[in-house]
């Protein structure tokens, strides 16, 4: 896997001033069900966004990849007949 631009060990004390209640529970304890994973996961991003690292995330597919449907039809076409 390719080393992280930024260090996020601590992500969970840094973001404990920004939440109350059971969202701090959750952070000082770690998730014990699927639904709090992803209220971690979510609440990570958050971090991420508001430290700017969301923009050094990998780019989306921008549609290089993608054809449409009548090319789909038209490479059946080529087998089947």
């Known amino acids: 896997?390719?080393?992280?631009?930024?260090?996020?060990?601590?992500?969970?004390e840094e973001s404990i001033p920004y939440y109350s209640g059971n969202k701090v529970e959750l952070l000082l304890n770690g998730p014990k069900s699927l639904a709090q994973s992803w209220m971690m996961g979510a609440m990570y991003n958050q971090?991420?966004?508001?430290?700017?690292?969301?923009?050094?995330?990998?780019?989306?597919?921008?549609?290089?990849?993608?054809?449409?449907l009548g090319d789909f039809f038209k490479k059946q076409d080529?087998?089947?007949s």
């Not at 430290?51 to 054809?67: A, F, I, R, T, V």
């Open 47 to 68: 971090w991420k966004k508001r430290n700017g690292y969301d923009k050094l995330d990998p780019k989306e597919n921008e549609g290089q990849l993608q054809s449409s």
């Open 1 to 12: 896997m390719d080393k992280k631009l930024y260090d996020d060990s601590n992500w969970r």
């Open 78 to 80: 080529k087998y089947i």
